[in-house]
């Protein structure tokens, strides 16, 4: 695995003034702690820390030169601003060589699957990094994940993993890594599905309007005799009943 080089400084006071000062000269505020020694504060070049991070990411070994010496370390964390996410710390870990360490490595996934290619399925990629223990100089830079084979309801698991030699998977054997799932279908709503259906009838309308005129009201209050029609109501356009001849 390749080693990288990085200069750092240390530094004396841990204040909010002292570390406002610093990183308005340009660096960041750092840590470096394990290999049974005592930690050190340390200060960084932000610029050229950043460069070295997106061109190596976090597990690339780093040969940290400090007041004349040297010594392999790897980032455990680095802390950025809420808002801006500009890096402003970063922790080292002290390594030895011949002992193995324990670090997260991306998963990357590889080729084209035809449950979704083909079957028009869905990839859900769960597990994006795996943890793995192996010695400092087996530290693999990603993990591919080749997906060529996997149809609709088929998934690979970190059991199926291909690990390169001397390093070992600590997540959960069973713990799914990508997933093809079924393309989801439209829910229909009760209501329109009804509406679509042959012979549906139309809902039932209720009115509210103003009350009826007066002869409409006199006509609807008339009562019809017991076993006959009811009366004519009453009204302009009601005919005269024909006068009795004497």
Same mark, same amino acid.
Do not use: W
């Given at each position: 695995?390749?080693?990288?080089?990085?200069?750092?400084?240390?530094?004396?006071?841990?204040?909010?003034?002292?570390?406002?000062?610093?990183?308005?000269?340009?660096?960041?505020?750092?840590?470096?702690?394990?290999?049974?020694?005592?930690?050190?504060?340390?200060?960084?070049?932000?610029?050229?820390?950043?460069?070295?991070?997106?061109?190596?990411?976090?597990?690339?070994?780093?040969?940290?030169?400090?007041?004349?010496?040297?010594?392999?370390?790897?980032?455990?964390?680095?802390?950025?601003?809420?808002?801006?996410?500009?890096?402003?710390?970063?922790?080292?870990?002290?390594?030895?060589?011949?002992?193995?360490?324990?670090?997260?490595?991306?998963?990357?996934?590889?080729?084209?699957?035809?449950?979704?290619?083909?079957?028009?399925?869905?990839?859900?990629?769960?597990?994006?990094?795996?943890?793995?223990?192996?010695?400092?100089?087996?530290?693999?830079?990603?993990?591919?994940?080749?997906?060529?084979?996997?149809?609709?309801?088929?998934?690979?698991?970190?059991?199926?993993?291909?690990?390169?030699?001397?390093?070992?998977?600590?997540?959960?054997?069973?713990?799914?890594?990508?997933?093809?799932?079924? =393309?989801? /279908?439209? +829910?229909?709503?009760? @209501?329109? *599905?009804? &509406?679509? %259906?042959? $012979?549906?009838?139309? #809902?039932?309308?209720?009115?509210?309007?103003?009350? =009826?005129? /007066?002869? +409409?009201?006199?006509? @609807?209050? *008339?009562? &019809?005799? %017991?076993? $006959?029609?009811?009366? #004519?109501?009453?009204?302009?356009?009601?005919?005269?009943?024909?006068?009795?001849?004497?």
């Amino acid at each position: 695995m390749q080693t990288i080089e990085l200069t750092a400084a240390k530094r004396g006071e841990n204040t909010k003034g002292a570390l406002r000062q610093l990183r308005l000269a340009g660096q960041i505020p750092a840590v470096v702690y394990g290999g049974q020694k005592d930690p050190q504060r340390l200060a960084l070049d932000l610029k050229n820390f950043v460069r070295l991070l997106k061109g190596h990411g976090t597990n690339v070994l780093m040969n940290l030169k400090l007041d004349g010496g040297a010594e392999v370390v790897l980032v455990k964390d680095v802390q950025r601003d809420v808002l801006s996410h500009d890096v402003i710390h970063v922790d080292f870990q002290r390594i030895s060589m011949t002992e193995k360490i324990e670090v997260n490595v991306p998963l990357v996934l590889s080729g084209d699957a035809p449950g979704v290619k083909v079957g028009g399925g869905i990839m859900e990629h769960i597990l994006r990094n795996l943890r793995v223990r192996c010695l400092p100089t087996d530290i693999p830079d990603s993990i591919a994940v080749n997906v060529t084979a996997l149809q609709i309801n088929q998934g690979i698991k970190v059991k199926d993993l291909v690990l390169p030699s001397g390093v070992e998977g600590l997540n959960d054997k069973d713990s799914l890594v990508v997933n093809i799932v079924a =393309p989801a /279908e439209e +829910e229909t709503t009760t @209501a329109t *599905a009804a &509406a679509a %259906a042959p $012979g549906a009838t139309e #809902p039932e309308v209720i009115a509210k309007g103003k009350k =009826p005129e /007066e002869g +409409e009201e006199a006509a @609807a209050g *008339a009562k &019809a005799p %017991a076993g $006959g029609k009811a009366a #004519p109501a009453a009204g302009k356009d009601a005919k005269a009943a024909p006068a009795a001849k004497k």
